[in-house]
């Protein structure tokens, strides 16, 4: 599947509203991209960002964490939906993962983001 970068803030900013998958090298945040009246090709292909932080590292190791994950993201374009964004927060562990161990970790994610578990009874009695 074709998959569009996310560019402006405002894409960044809904999808940190979303539904947060944490992992060791990533945190995935994921939202349903809102139907529109600017519905175009774009609405066909999932739109992938990437980020990490200052606090991370120097450029050069922001940099490789980012090439790391959209090397990932390529491996697994299969499993993300059309109608979603994702915006993956690079963690500086993700430079020390082996390769197929983030790929893993980012199928496993995207799985789950895709079917949370259901919420859990907190044990307390409803008000009637």
């Known amino acids: 599947m074709a ?17 947060k998958v944490a992992r060791r090298g990533f945190v995935l945040q994921t ?11 774009t609405a066909e292909r999932a739109g992938v960002g990437f980020t990490v932080t200052k606090k991370t590292g120097n450029a050069p190791e ?14 697994c374009a299969d499993r993300f939906e059309a109608s979603n964004d994702y915006v993956l927060v690079g963690r500086r562990a993700c430079l020390d993962e082996p390769f ?3 790929v893993g970790d980012l199928q496993a994610s995207l799985d789950r983001a895709h079917n949370p578990r259901p919420e859990r009874p907190s044990g307390r009695k409803e008000k009637p």
């Open 3 to 19: 998959l569009r970068r996310l560019k402006t803030r405002a894409e960044f900013l809904r999808a940190a509203r979303g539904t």
């Open 31 to 41: 939202v349903r991209r809102p139907r529109g009246a600017d519905e175009d090709v």
């Open 62 to 75: 922001r940099n490789r964490i980012k090439r790391r994950l959209r090397a990932a993201v390529a491996a």
């Open 100 to 102: 197929a161990a983030l």
